[in-house]
C-alpha cells in the first residue's frame, strides 16, 4: 500500500550507540521531514529536506545526522546517543507547501 | 513572533455532542491552517485545511472555521463517537520552508 513506513516501530539502545531510523514513503514526495515528540514539547522538526542530497536543519538538530540519496527514504542517525534523545520520532511527507502526511513513529528508549 | 496555540490542553465532550477545538494564532501572515489529529501510538493524521480566502469549510462530520479578524480558528466535530478520541493539533507552514509550525494540541476524551 501506498504510504510512510518507519522502522522499528520500537528501538532500546544504551548511551553512546549509533542508531539509525528508517524512513520510506511511496508517493514520491519531494519534501521530507524529522520530528520529536516530547511531552511538553509538542512536535519539534529535527531536520528536513526538499528534495534528494538536499537537506537542512529544523529546531533541533544536534545530536542527529540525516541523509537523502534517494527521494524515497530519509534514514535519521544518532551517531551517539544520549538519554535526552529518548523520544518519539515521526517522519513526514508532503509534496508541496502544504498539508505533511505522518508515518506511526518509532518509540526509541536509551538506557 | 509567529506561534500556534490552542486554548484549552484537554476538553471532555458527550457522546454524540458537537466538539469544538479551537486554536489561536499570532502572525498575520497566516494564510493556511491544517488540523491534524493524534491518536494513541499512531501519527499525526491530516483532517482539514483552510485557505485565508475561506471563512468555512467542511468535510465528513468536520468543519473549519476561520476568523480573521480575531485570529482564532475552530474545528468542529459533529455527533462525537468514541473514535474521536485523540489529540488535535492546529498548525501552520512557516513562510516558504515547508515546515510547520505546531499548535500544542487538545486532548479530546469522550465521555460515554
Known amino acids: 500500500d501506498a504510504g510512510i513506513t518507519q522502522s522499528p516501530r520500537y528501538k532500546i539502545t544504551e548511551t553512546g550507540r549509533q542508531v539509525t531510523l528508517m524512513c520510506h514513503q511511496t508517493w514520491s514526495h519531494s519534501y521530507m521531514f524529522w520530528y520529536r515528540q516530547d511531552l511538553g514539547h509538542g512536535l519539534r522538526l529535527i531536520y528536513y529536506?526538499?528534495?534528494?542530497?538536499?537537506?537542512d536543519k529544523g529546531e533541533v538538530p544536534d545530536g542527529y545526522v540525516v541523509s537523502r540519496s534517494k527521494t524515497e527514504n530519509f534514514p535519521l542517525t544518532l551517531e551517539s546517543a544520549t538519554r535526552s534523545q529518548t523520544s518519539v520520532y515521526f517522519c513526514?511527507?508532503?509534496?508541496?507547501?502544504?498539508?505533511?502526511?505522518f508515518g506511526d513513529g518509532t518509540r526509541l528508549s536509551i538506557l | 513572533g509567529e506561534s500556534v496555540g490552542l486554548h484549552l490542553p484537554t476538553l471532555s465532550v458527550q457522546e454524540g455532542d458537537n466538539s469544538i477545538i479551537n486554536c489561536a494564532y499570532s502572525?498575520?501572515?497566516?494564510?493556511?491552517f491544517i488540523w491534524y489529529k493524534q491518536e494513541s501510538g499512531k501519527g499525526p493524521q491530516f483532517i482539514i485545511d483552510i485557505r485565508s480566502n475561506m471563512d468555512k469549510r467542511q468535510g465528513q462530520r468536520v468543519t473549519v472555521l476561520l476568523n480573521k479578524t480575531v485570529k482564532h480558528l475552530s474545528l468542529q466535530i459533529a455527533a462525537t463517537q468514541p473514535g474521536d478520541s485523540a489529540v488535535y493539533f492546529c498548525?501552520?507552514?512557516?513562510?516558504?520552508?515547508?515546515?510547520?509550525?505546531w499548535g500544542a494540541g487538545t486532548k479530546l476524551i469522550i465521555k460515554p
Open positions: 529536506s526538499a528534495a534528494a542530497d538536499i537537506t
Open positions: 513526514a511527507s508532503s509534496e508541496s507547501w502544504g498539508a505533511q502526511h
Open positions: 502572525n498575520s501572515a497566516s494564510d493556511y
Open positions: 498548525a501552520r507552514p512557516k513562510d516558504s520552508n515547508y515546515q510547520l509550525i
